[in-house]
């Protein structure tokens, strides 16, 4: 594209979804070493417009499949690196991404790790989200103190001082080699710092919420206690890990029929049945029930894939 020349639409998603670095190659690890298939289950959206442009309920073959194994075997006869593979080799041996990715498992070493340990020990212990801004004024102290002292962390091995909470590293094995590496990265002093000064506006940011003063700051206990937060997300994501699970071993099954089988169990549903359904044609009254329910997901899943057309088509122009 020449100077002269407007961005288009279509250049300018391009440029923003091109990345590049730590980021892509870590990205990259994730889908090469420990891909989160397993635990993502199956591609809804494949499936519903696979439904409705061939109209076959098809589910593909997982990678346990003989015949999906025997694919990759026959792709990987050349003995040669795929494209994905090969970015990743040279990133690997590419000096600048090199000392990126240093400055990332240092920064995870010293901050990311130990924030994670203490957040969710309070988890663990109920304490209420509201109730923690000294914590999160802690960790943002340390940081302005790393950013002042940034040697402390880069040639220090002693974890009580180059740690957020003073605790052993969450992998020595890993501050070892970041020692034995940083002399072969001159980059890395300035690398580091300007990533702690993004993370300290952030952070600055964020705890500006338990700022002296503030709404929090000021509301009593008692009206923290009736406005509890969680900690963690862990509970949502528990659920949301039972969901792919479940959609693993019944990949066929829809969002309404797993959300009727979660209330069977858990709402005492089960009891309410047993009690109150004693003749036929109560049963036959939500076999109905049910399958006009299953119109209103047949319309759910065609709404979604009508609007990824349109998105799709939306891109092309």
Request: net charge negative; proline share 7%.
């Given at each position: 594209m020449s100077g002269d020349e407007a961005e288009t639409a279509a250049q300018a998603r391009a440029v923003e979804r091109t990345t590049g670095g730590d980021l892509k190659t870590a990205q990259i690890a994730g889908a090469l070493l420990n891909h989160k298939d397993d635990k993502k289950g199956h591609h809804d959206l494949f499936h519903w417009w696979w439904d409705k442009n061939v109209g076959i309920n098809f589910t593909y073959p997982d990678t346990s499949n003989t015949w999906f194994g025997f694919m990759v075997k026959s792709k990987k006869g050349a003995k040669s690196f795929n494209h994905m593979e090969q970015n990743f080799w040279n990133a690997l041996h590419y000096k600048a991404t090199l000392t990126e990715l240093v400055a990332l498992a240092l920064y995870s070493q010293s901050f990311s790790h130990p924030y994670m340990h203490s957040i969710c020990a309070e988890a663990s212990h109920k304490t209420n989200?509201?109730?923690?801004?000294?914590?999160?004024?802690?960790?943002?102290?340390?940081?302005?103190?790393?950013?002042?002292?940034?040697?402390?962390?880069?040639?220090?091995?002693?974890?009580?001082?180059?740690?957020?909470?003073?605790?052993?590293?969450?992998?020595?094995?890993t501050i070892n080699k970041i020692q034995e590496l940083a002399p072969t990265l001159p980059n890395l002093k300035a690398l580091f710092l300007a990533g702690l000064q993004g993370t300290e506006e952030t952070w600055s940011h964020f705890i500006s919420e338990f700022a002296p003063g503030g709404l929090i700051d000021e509301a009593t206990q008692e009206e923290h206690d009736l406005a509890w937060l969680a900690p963690t997300n862990d509970v949502n994501e528990g659920a949301l890990g039972s969901f792919c699970l479940m959609m693993q071993r019944q990949p066929q099954l829809s969002l309404l029929g797993y959300n009727s089988q979660r209330m069977y169990f858990h709402n005492e549903t089960a009891e309410f049945m047993q009690k109150f359904f004693v003749e036929l044609e109560d049963h036959l009254f939500l076999h109905k029930a049910a399958q006009e329910a299953m119109g209103e997901d047949k319309k759910r899943k065609a709404a979604i894939i009508q609007f990824q057309e349109q998105k799709n088509a939306e891109q092309q122009e």
């Open positions: 989200m509201l109730d923690l801004g000294p914590l999160h004024h802690k960790f943002h102290d340390f940081i302005l103190y790393v950013i002042s002292q940034p040697l402390l962390v880069l040639n220090s091995t002693d974890y009580t001082t180059a740690t957020a909470d003073g605790q052993p590293w969450q992998s020595e094995e």
